[in-house]
């Protein structure tokens, strides 16, 4: 960080985690993509090829299963087998069910904002896209239905922006910090008091989440 330490950011000490170059394993990309939409406050790009790809993997496997589940041959060795393959068939549909509950979570919570902000609305995948639209138009008409229509036209309302009162559309807080582990050497970014920091490799930080959204995005960083 350069100057003097900024109140935005709290460095916490490099941790290694270096693997060599062993690439990342479907599943070991899933789990970072899991915990990085856990902890961000903002809907993340979905990682549809990611998951379509697992997804096949998970049907493969089940098959296989199936297959020497009905075999009466099998051997004692072979049932031990399933037995693990089962049980890491249930642990890749955790995280899987994990990953889409939060990201419907997360539509659902901002359907207003995604249905008004077609840049958001790139990073869902076409399904989750209909459901926040849908959401969004259910509880509008709820809201129309059970209240606004008994107030005077003037407050009936949804997208007033009163000074000193909380927005009636919910947004993402990226000033909420997170803490982030950098991957790698990352570029320098800005602080909001205007200093910059660079995160070197294995480094944790907290900082506001605004700070690191693009190195997020790039995969400099994870959340943790």
Not at 47 to 59: C, P, S, T, Y
Not at 81 to 92: A, P, S, Y
Request: aromatic residues 6%; contains cysteine.
């Amino acid at each position: 960080m350069a100057g003097a330490p900024s109140p935005f950011a709290v460095a916490l000490g490099p941790i290694e985690l270096d693997f060599g170059a062993l690439p990342e394993s479907l599943f070991q990309q899933l789990m970072r993509h899991w915990l990085n939409e856990r902890h961000a406050p903002d809907i993340l790009p979905v990682q549809a090829e990611v998951l379509g790809a697992l997804l096949d993997h998970i049907r493969r496997q089940t098959d296989s299963v199936q297959a020497l589940r009905g075999d009466p041959d099998s051997s004692e060795a072979e049932h031990a087998r399933i037995m693990l393959v089962q049980t890491e068939v249930e642990r890749v549909k955790f995280v899987v069910r994990s990953y889409i509950r939060t990201r419907l979570y997360k539509a659902q919570k901002f359907s207003r904002y995604i249905a008004a902000t077609p840049k958001v609305q790139e990073k869902l995948s076409q399904t989750e896209l209909d459901h926040a639209k849908r959401f969004s138009q259910l509880t509008e008409n709820h809201f129309r239905v059970s209240v606004l229509q008994a107030l005077p036209p003037h407050q009936q309302g949804l997208d007033d922006n009163t000074p000193f009162t909380p927005p009636m559309i919910s947004e993402p807080d990226k000033s909420r910090a997170v803490f982030v582990h950098a991957r790698g050497e990352c570029p320098p970014v800005r602080l909001p008091d205007g200093t910059t920091m660079q995160m070197k490799k294995g480094q944790i930080v907290l900082t506001p989440y605004a700070v690191v959204e693009q190195l997020l995005e790039m995969g400099n960083v994870e959340l943790i």
